[in-house]
Nanobody, 114 residues
Framework: VQLQASGGGLVQPGGSLRLSCAVS????????MGWYRQAPGKQRELVAS????????LYADSVKGRFTISRDNAKNTVYLQMNDLKPEDTAVYYC????????WGQGTLVTVSS
């Protein structure tokens, strides 16, 4: 399984970004998907997850109301819409399967700064 996250960049506080993660390997539609992030000097944390059908989502308190996770099973892709970004959202973002973790891939860097 390969996980390829993209869409990161530099954005000002209050701005928005949409991350994508393309998954190859044939297991995408079978498992719950999640977006994780790792800020400098901190442990990786799960910020959002979505069930196989897309009807059930969970969010960390720190992003609730600002981030939205979605998935397209036909495209084997999971998305993270991030609005009202804050400097504390600065991190490398990864996707993975919370119940069957795969190799992490490179992730995509999100920097929130004025």
């Amino acid at each position: 399984v390969q996980l390829q996250a993209s869409g990161g960049g530099l954005v000002q506080p209050g701005g928005s970004l949409r991350l994508s993660c393309a998954v190859s390997g044939g297991i995408f539609s079978v498992y719950r998907m999640g977006w994780y992030r790792q800020a400098p000097g901190k442990q990786r944390e799960l910020v959002a997850s979505i069930n196989t059908g897309g009807g059930s989502t969970l969010y960390a308190d720190s992003v609730k109301g600002r981030f939205t996770i979605s998935r397209d099973n036909a495209k084997n892709t999971v998305y993270l819409q991030m609005n009202d970004l804050k400097p504390e959202d600065t991190a490398v973002y990864y996707c993975n399967f919370p119940y069957t973790l795969q190799d992490w891939g490179q992730g995509t860097l999100v920097t929130v700064s004025s």
